[in-house]
């Protein structure tokens, strides 16, 4: 046969995005340590310590079960809906019907392609913060939306301006993707906040989505938008056990708003996966009632140790940070001497082998800013504020 070359390309919506910069540097992160450099990684936002041990024995037991192995409905176990519906009731003083108000989701990641898909048509516009979580912008490409942007500013407490928005031409506008607390700023729910999305939603009919997995961390007083009055009848809210619970590749998470707009997400997510594993969903309903004092050990006390050093760390780079931020990262702003926070980065990475991120990636206005994950052993966290101290003090 006759050596023709083959003229395959790409789908156009491939050229709306790059490859996630997470993807992308974990390469080159992994190419150093076999080359022997034992990089610490202070980058990414995966819990190291394990689930609650009633999480992974339930887990076990339901595994051993010859009939657990099937299809799971694409609704949820009733088990998994009801713990979702009485974390809520908990932990916030939220009220959801389990049977029509919450839709459990493999993860957030998979909420925000399919809130998308059952609200916005190509060329609708959707307000996505900046800075912000990239998937809210990437995912909103790859499905033709128009990306409008939103300021989220530090003198302004990492919270929306909400007299710019009314400024801002908003027609053809179907969603706004929220996030409190704030990832990657550490900007805390505030119920002020809250009150203004739920009347800004329902004033320009827009449908506000506040993404909400790291209400537990470093937070005594955790908060959700649906504890305002009519939230239900104009936003959507997603929590995830990835943080609060240890649970980061279980992929369980759960969307909850009203019974109408359950059932268009459902329309979509029903055509696009089946169920969660049965193990998985009856161990993550056991989750759900850890008592208080495992959430305090894990949430509050860990993260609290790990705080106190990557505040060391930020000090010795000269980084000014907010010390009233929650969350499981210390957002920090770099000094004056670098031209963007990767010429920071980079130098951290490859003189003190420490990878941390930097704010670049999460729009415009995290150019000037850097993130410290807290998920990494203490002794490893210490160990790289000694690196960095070596660095700075011979640069």
């Not at 887990?59 to 009801?82: D, F, I, S, W």
């Not at 809250?194 to 908060?223: C, M, Q, T, W």
Request: glycine content about 8%; overall charge negative; hydrophobic content about 35%.
């Amino acid at each position: 046969m006759e050596n023709k070359p083959i003229n395959i390309v790409p789908a156009e919506r491939l050229s709306q995005v790059q490859e996630y910069y997470f993807s992308r540097k974990l390469k080159e992160v992994a190419q150093l340590n076999a080359e022997g450099r034992d990089i610490i990684s202070l980058a990414i936002g995966s819990p190291d310590m394990p689930p609650s041990p009633a999480t992974i024995e339930k887990l076990c037991e339901v595994a051993h079960q010859p009939n657990a192995h099937g299809y799971q409905p694409t609704m949820g176990t009733p088990e998994l809906r009801n713990a979702m519906s009485a974390f809520y009731q908990r932990w916030y003083g939220v009220t959801l019907n389990p049977a029509t108000e919450i839709l459990p989701l493999i993860g957030s990641k998979e909420g925000i392609l399919h809130v998308t898909l059952a609200f916005v048509n190509p060329g609708d516009g959707v307000l996505v913060p900046n800075p912000g979580y990239p998937t809210y912008t990437s995912l909103s490409r790859l499905l033709g939306a128009r990306i409008v942007n939103y300021n989220l500013r530090e003198d302004n407490g990492w919270q929306p301006d909400f007299e710019e928005l009314e400024r801002m031409d908003l027609s053809g506008v179907k969603l706004m993707w929220t996030n409190y607390p704030n990832m990657p700023t550490g900007g805390n729910a505030q119920i002020q906040t809250y009150e203004r999305l739920v009347d800004f939603a329902r004033r320009k009919g827009i449908v506000v989505v506040n993404d909400n997995p790291y209400s537990f961390i470093l937070n005594e007083h955790p908060l959700s938008l649906l504890q305002v009055e009519g939230a239900k009848d104009c936003c959507i809210e997603f929590n995830s056990m990835s943080k609060s619970h240890n649970m980061p590749g279980w992929r369980v998470g759960l969307c909850a708003t009203n019974a109408t707009f359950i059932s268009w997400i459902l329309k979509v997510k029903s055509n696009i996966d089946s169920g969660t594993f049965r193990g998985i969903q009856l161990a993550a309903a056991e989750a759900y009632a850890n008592d208080e004092s495992w959430h305090h050990e894990a949430n509050i006390m860990t993260y609290g140790r790990r705080r106190a050093i990557a505040e060391e760390i930020m000090n010795t780079l000269g980084c000014r940070f907010d010390p009233t931020q929650v969350g499981m990262f210390l957002w920090g702003r770099i000094p004056d001497i670098y031209s963007n926070a990767e010429e920071l980065t980079e130098l951290v990475l490859h003189q003190s082998r420490v990878f941390i991120t930097p704010g670049f990636i999460f729009g415009s206005n995290g150019e000037r800013y850097i993130r410290i994950s807290l998920c990494a052993k203490d002794e490893k966290m210490r160990e790289a504020l000694h690196r960095i101290k070596e660095t700075i003090a011979t640069t």
